[in-house]
């Protein structure tokens, strides 16, 4: 570095340096321009220099600087370096690796530039070249235990476990007996662990077992020893040590679940689907009844057994569980029992006992069987659980009853509110939820949860304006939009992106979408600094743990609701393209004069609105940008606030295809993720494709409405192809031909017949027929026959009391929308409608008859939206959005 200079210049080469390790970065300036007076073309001082104005957000002339230097001298390895520094902090990764491979062809031996390139391959995946560099630098300097550990982790990463325990056992080997002093225990314990992990993941139990109990003394973390020892012993079927064990895990922490499953397995009553013998069940109950003895604070103890015990035993069990939290007022109770819904018979024998400890509560101010009288509030609690479970049953009148005499009786708990939004929610009635959810927020505005759970009401609202106002009290000075993007809050941006697509705002919902979509980018970006740290600090096997989890980051929830949403709006807008300006003026030109002005006089005042709200926000962001320091802060404004440049994409389908191969990477098991690439394979005319989704579905659920109405469409539409004439339609075509006998719904049938028989096996299903009936109207232009079939549908009672029917609001407001769009029968939809009516009676979507009054209030502004909710903003909206 710096050894074409003078004694005087190579100093100041190196103060450059310096200064730019410890982030003087105007001192490193100062020293480079003393250097560059003298040597005006020295290419490496030009590249440091770019590189110190790189950190000080001067990025074009640090690149430019950079190229310059590297153009004067093309042979030096700092040139080369530095180049690749600064592609890294532009997470330019493979630009930044051909840099470092650029710079080691001069220096070969260069340990702090393979250190570098090991970093970006390990962000890269490129496995194979991270071992070749690990084992480069170990090779270098095999004195450096993390040389040694980054080598062992790089071939476990490339798939080589046995090879990375050969190499600490080698590190190992290297070390004295009285190794590690007091200073490193905890990182050599660390890296003993990791190597039993690596044993363990090769199938060498015995050898795990050996060397976990060889190294016990200079293991630090006792806890993780006993739990790793657990588990060997179970996996070597040494059940008796493996109890007992377990039996002193569970001494230390009687609630870790975990520890009652490795108990049952040494016991051997321990079954993953949850289903057990008769004989079974006996020896689980009396196992945890001794526990329970044992361990009379925990509450893990007397809650499993409600998973596995049935009838009496269960009544018995739940009510010793369920009483002293209602006792003590434990709002999750509900939650907690919620997963025993899905065990057949358990929920009306929940249901019995509420409904006995509410009458005897009423009338004897105590539990039956009991002298001891109940505080007051008990019954609140149990109205107040019972609310929730008629909610999800389905009886939302009886929910309703039971949560209003619990407010009656106690109207200033939260919780009442909250859950009183959800029924409404559920109900269909979202405008009167959100209302109830924002008096709960205003009832502690100082409680983040419920003020979140009152944005979440509003945007299923569709009122997004309020939300967001509601939402920003929580954020930092009470700012701004930009800083809900900063904190990474998807789950809002996710309902805004939603709400803006029933909406119609695809410009916005995109905004949105992508937004989160950035966050993953981030999240995976972020993993870049413990690829060093890991190493450093020797936390191996929470490091491989990370790893593995970005590798499937995709596959989070998150992310694959807002690719759906994305795509969704990319079909939406490729169906329906947005209008040019000058099409827009065409069509104006043909209007009245009068509807011209008034046209004219809406979007003038649309413009200032959109104006004002941005100065506004300008101002807010003004206000918030001054640091403790008194030096304002520059915000990032954003040049596409509202997403009209996402909506001016040449290509949506393309667009589309982006996110459908990260969907169809991480996300195939889901059957939306075939539905979209149907869907997008098919405007694209990529017929084989399409025919490729369509074998997924099949696969996956050939009875689902979505795949039989892709599969009759799909051959329809081929049907009505023109004949084929180059030869690669004529391969398509026999390829087809080929494959139409492999779906069994379609052999020895046409079209109409398995339209048929799918009727006939789903015949009291209303998404089925709506189904059925939308290609009868495809296939053979029968409206009338497909609107009869819709209209016909039964809505069978499902419920033990009667009381319960099958159909879902989501299911009816789709319905209800085919009926107005695909089938353009204003009548029928307008019959459905009434229909759903008496079925929802909380519909605020089907105008129900008990849908609250503050719903419809008719001073205020209201648009009805497609999930059935209505958005207004009445005077009093805005009240109380302090804290």
């Known amino acids: ?22 982030k003087q970065y105007k001192k490193g300036l100062k020293a480079a321009d003393a250097i ?31 190229r310059l230097g590297l153009k004067n001298d093309l042979k030096s390895h700092v040139c080369w370096h530095v180049y690749g520094l600064l592609y890294r902090s532009d997470r330019e990764y493979r630009e930044a690796i051909k840099c470092y491979r650029n710079a080691l062809r001069i220096d070969p031996d260069n340990i702090e530039i393979l250190r570098d390139l090991s970093l970006l391959q390990a962000q890269m995946r490129d496995l194979a070249g991270f071992v070749e560099t690990r084992q480069q630098l170990l090779t270098l300097k095999p004195s450096h235990r993390m040389n040694w550990i980054g080598f062992a982790v790089s071939q476990h990463l490339n798939s080589n476990a046995s090879k990375a325990i050969d190499i600490l056992e080698a590190y190992e080997g290297t070390l004295e007996e009285d190794y590690p002093p007091d200073n490193e225990r905890c990182e050599h314990g660390e890296m003993l662990l990791y190597k039993i992990s690596l044993l363990e993941e090769c199938g060498l139990l015995e050898k795990a077992l050996l060397e976990l109990h060889k190294k016990e003394l200079k293991i630090v973390d006792k806890l993780s020893y006993k739990v790793v020892e657990a588990s060997l012993l179970v996996k070597l079927n040494r059940l008796q040590e493996g109890e007992k064990l377990y039996r002193v895990l569970l001494s230390m922490n009687p609630d870790n679940y975990r520890y009652y499953e490795g108990l049952q397995k040494c016991v051997g009553l321990y079954s993953k689907n949850g289903q057990y013998s008769s004989d079974e069940v006996d020896q689980l109950d009396s196992l945890y009844k001794s526990l329970g003895q044992q361990y009379t604070w925990s509450s893990a103890v007397k809650r499993i057994p409600l ?34 819904y899905d065990h057949p018979g358990k929920a009306d024998i929940l249901e019995k006992l509420l409904l006995d400890l509410e009458e005897s509560v009423k009338t004897t101010g105590g539990y039956p069987g009991r002298s001891e009288k109940e505080p007051p509030s008990t019954l609140m609690w149990i109205l107040f659980y019972l609310a929730q479970h008629y909610d999800r049953r389905g009886l939302y009148d009886v929910a309703l009853a039971k949560i209003d005499e619990a407010l009656q009786h106690t109207p200033t708990v939260i919780d009442l509110y909250s859950v009183k939004s959800k029924i409404l929610k559920h109900g269909g009635e979202f405008a009167a939820a959100a209302e109830l959810a924002d008096e709960a927020r205003c009832m502690d ?43 990474q809050c998807m789950w809002y941006e996710l309902a805004c992106g939603e709400s803006y697509f029933r909406q119609g705002d695809l410009g916005r919902a995109l905004k949105k979408f992508l937004a989160v979509e950035k966050h993953y980018v981030d999240i995976t970006e972020d993993q870049f600094d413990f690829h060093s740290y890991c190493l450093r600090k020797m936390t191996l096997r929470s490091y491989i743990e990370m790893l593995r989890f970005q590798d499937r980051l995709h596959a989070h929830d998150y992310f694959r609701k807002a690719a759906i949403g994305a795509i969704k709006c990319y079909i ?272 605020t979507y089907f105008e129900g008859r008990n849908r609250s009054t503050h719903a419809l209030n008719k001073d205020s502004k209201q648009t009805q939206s497609e999930n059935g909710s209505v958005e207004f903003l009445p005077s009093s909206a805005l009240k109380n959005l302090a804290i």
């Open 445 to 487: 505005l100082a409680d983040r949860y419920v003020n979140s759970q009152c944005v979440k009401r509003m945007l299923q609202a569709d009122q997004v304006l309020l939300a967001e106002k509601t939402a920003v009290l929580f954020t930092k000075d009470g700012e701004q939009h930009n800083n809900l993007h900063d904190m």
């Open 572 to 843: 939406k807008l490729y169906d329906t393209p947005s209008k040019s300006s000058t099409e827009e003026e065409d069509e104006l030109a043909k209007l009245p004069a009068s509807q011209k002005k008034k046209l004219r006089q809406k979007q003038r005042k649309a413009e200032a609105r959109a104006k004002k709200e941005a100065e506004v926000k300008s101002e807010e962001a003004n206000v918030g940008g001054v640091s403790k320091s008194g030096k304002r802060q520059v915000k990032p404004v954003d040049p596409d606030p509202h997403g009209e440049k996402l909506l001016q994409t040449e290509d949506p389908l393309v667009e589309a295809g982006k996110y459908l191969k990260l969907l169809q990477k991480h996300s195939s098991d889901f059957l939306e993720t075939h539905l979209l690439s149907f869907e997008v394979n098919m405007r694209k005319k990529k017929i084989l494709l399409a025919l490729q989704a369509l074998k997924h579905l099949q696969l996956m659920d050939p009875g689902n409405p979505d795949a039989h109405r892709c599969l009759l469409r799909f051959f329809h539409e081929v049907a009505s192809m023109p004949a084929p004439a180059t030869d690669g339609e004529k391969l398509i075509s026999g390829v087809l031909e080929a494959e139409r006998p492999t779906f069994s719904q379609l052999h020895n049938k046409s079209l109409t017949e398995a339209n048929t028989v799918f009727l006939e096996q789903h015949k009291d299903s209303l998404l089925h027929r709506a189904a059925v009936a939308e290609m009868i109207y495809c296939l053979e232009r029968n409206k009338g026959d497909a609107i009869k079939l819709i209209e016909e549908s039964p809505n069978n009672l499902v419920s033990s009391n009667g009381s319960v029917r099958e159909w879902k609001l989501k299911d009816c407001v789709a319905v209800h929308k085919m009926l107005g769009t695909v089938f353009n029968d204003n009548d029928a939809a307008t019959r459905w409608k009434l229909r759903c009516a008496e079925y929802f009676p909380y519909s």
């Open 36 to 66: 560059l007076k003298k040597f005006p073309n020295h290419g490496e001082t030009l590249s440091m220099k770019g590189l110190t104005l790189n950190c000080m957000d001067r990025k074009p002339e640090a690149y430019e600087l950079v």
């Open 1 to 22: 570095m710096g050894a074409s200079l003078p004694p005087k210049e190579a100093n100041l080469f190196k103060l450059i340096v310096k200064s730019y390790e410890t």
């Open 307 to 340: 998973d596995f015990l049935e009838d009496v035993k269960f009544r018995d069990a739940a009510d010793n569980y369920i009483k002293p939290l209602l006792t003590k007022g434990v709002p999750s109770l509900f939650s907690d029992l919620s997963p025993l």
